[in-house]
């Protein structure tokens, strides 16, 4: 027998709530921007990252023609 498992996700209005609820209260609006960003930039990677867009790092040495 197989249970069925419901994974729950997240709004991104919950998510920005969490987010804000994390800042001290001493935050600026700039701290709060970069939060977003690099929220934002995970994520992106992730997304690429299960999409197969990625470059091995031996790939990328040669490219910049930095040493192995």
Request: aromatic share 8%; net charge neutral.
């Amino acid at each position: 027998m197989y249970r069925r498992i419901i994974v729950r996700t997240e709004s991104v209005k919950e998510q920005a709530y969490r987010l804000l609820d994390s800042l001290p209260d001493s935050a600026t609006w700039d701290d709060l921007m970069y939060r977003i960003y690099v929220r934002q930039a995970i994520e992106a990677g992730l997304r690429d990252s299960n999409e197969g867009r990625t470059v091995d790092v031996e790939e990328v040495r040669r490219r910049f023609g930095l040493p192995a």
